[in-house]
């Protein structure tokens, strides 16, 4: 092994725990370390690389507009970008559709935010509602709104006093917390880091009738659900609720950093020109990359394989007979398996002796997050590993 990871350990952030794995090409569904050994990768780089590793779409594409021009700002108007925001507004709200482009999910968050918040000015003192459990990013406004102490507590004296936090799927939870002053709502329709809890469809029904009898916006934070990845190309969809606006990222360019604020026009006309900017947010390179994600997964059905396999894996993971099993839960190809003890043994296993890769979700929680090109075959392969998972720590722990 060359001393890139010595490298790494002394000069990295050290933020992160580093693996023991190197791996240095990816193909399909597959990672290759640099011994040549192969893993199927249900993480997908915590879910942005819906199309697989080295997908020849984004290859070719990523190519052809690198020679073009890689960076615009956005003053700058550009064709690339303007065929982005008509295929965003195809998907979303047609006609009435707004979209600002930016670089990562958390960014999205924090543009939604300010949107609903400038929407808002006449209110005296706004506050929001977010969820208990909910995860919506690491920066100081998006984290205002992620529930977990873990990510909260190391900065609570600075985070946002104005934000409230709602038992998910409790409506009587979220009205007890609503006054004349809240601009906004914000929820995952699938709570992924939180332990992969989908939102029950009553819930997001009465959100919706109780945002418009309050004049109140909601927001949908679809960075890890939107996509593809819950078996529609929006989580929303699968309730048959629109949301007010929504933030975009992961899925959104096939691995390349971009992330989207999507919204009806009315709402963006409060927002005044030079309050809010992204200085790589909607460069070419990355517009492109979009639209050939957003094209290959409209041509090759890939929302709609999503959904089918992912009914799939779920009924398969509910018929093995394992007391170490609390719950499967789910929705799309966004699947969390909670046991009664801690997810780690589990995941660690499949890594090392199955060469499968998973994400936890929380202490107990395994998390399946794979790219949406997968077949029944790689779902198997996975489903094969947790069963020999489950019969090992039970065999160990005995």
């Given at each position: 092994m060359t001393n890139f990871l010595d490298l790494e350990k002394k000069f990295g952030s050290g933020l992160y725990s580093l693996k023991d794995k190197v791996f240095v090409r990816g193909e399909g569904v597959y990672l290759y370390t640099d011994q040549n050994e192969k893993y199927l990768d249900f993480m997908s780089g915590h879910g942005v690389a819906c199309l697989g590793h080295a997908h020849p779409v984004l290859i070719k594409t990523l190519e052809e507009q690198s020679k073009k021009l890689v960076t615009l700002h956005s003053s700058y108007p550009n064709e690339t970008r303007a065929k982005l925001f008509e295929l965003m507004a195809e998907l979303t709200f047609y006609d009435e559709t707004k979209c600002f482009l930016v670089n990562s999910g958390t960014e999205a968050v924090e543009g939604a935010l300010k949107l609903a918040l400038a929407y808002n000015r006449e209110k005296k003192d706004p506050n929001v509602i977010a969820m208990k459990r909910s995860f919506h990013g690491r920066?100081?406004?998006?984290?205002?709104?992620?529930?977990n102490p873990k990510y909260r507590q190391p900065f609570e004296n600075f985070l946002s006093k104005k934000v409230k936090?709602?038992?998910?799927?409790?409506?009587?939870?979220?009205?007890?917390?609503?006054?004349?002053?809240?601009?906004?709502?914000?929820?995952?329709?699938?709570?992924?880091?939180?332990?992969?809890?989908?939102?029950d469809k009553e819930f997001i029904k009465g959100l919706r009738e109780l945002c418009d009898e309050k004049n109140i916006l909601l927001i949908f934070d679809e960075v890890q659900t939107g996509m593809g990845r819950c078996g529609k190309m929006f989580a929303y969809e699968q309730y048959n609720v629109k949301p007010d606006i929504i933030a975009i990222a992961k899925g959104l360019a096939g691995g390349f950093p971009i992330g989207a604020v999507v919204s009806k026009q009315h709402i963006w006309a409060k927002l005044e020109k030079g309050e809010h900017a992204s200085t790589f947010g909607g460069n070419p390179l990355a517009a492109s990359m979009a639209i050939a994600t957003i094209?290959?997964?409209?041509?090759?059905?890939?929302?709609?394989?999503?959904?089918?396999?992912?009914?799939?894996?779920?009924?398969?993971?509910?018929?093995?007979?394992?007391?170490?099993?609390?719950?499967?839960?789910?929705?799309?190809?966004?699947?969390?398996?909670?046991?009664?003890?801690?997810?780690?043994?589990?995941?660690d296993y499949c890594e090392k002796n199955e060469n499968v890769l998973?994400?936890?979700?929380?202490?107990?929680?395994?998390?399946?997050?794979?790219?949406?090109?997968?077949?029944?075959?790689?779902?198997?392969?996975?489903?094969?590993?947790?069963?020999?998972?489950?019969?090992?720590?039970?065999?160990k722990d005995n």
């Open positions: 920066t100081m406004g998006s984290l205002s709104l992620t529930f936090f709602a038992t998910y799927n409790d409506l009587d939870s979220v009205k007890g917390l609503i006054d004349e002053n809240t601009a906004c709502i914000i929820t995952e329709l699938v709570q992924g880091e939180g332990g992969v809890y989908p939102a094209n290959t997964l409209k041509e090759k059905s890939l929302p709609e394989n999503a959904n089918e396999l992912g009914k799939y894996i779920i009924e398969k993971l509910k018929k093995i007979s394992s007391s170490s099993i609390r719950e499967i839960r789910g929705l799309g190809l966004l699947i969390g398996i909670q046991f009664k003890s801690k997810s780690g043994p589990y995941i998973f994400l936890s979700a929380g202490m107990t929680v395994l998390r399946m997050l794979p790219p949406l090109i997968i077949e029944k075959i790689h779902a198997n392969e996975a489903i094969k590993s947790i069963e020999n998972a489950l019969n090992f720590v039970k065999d």
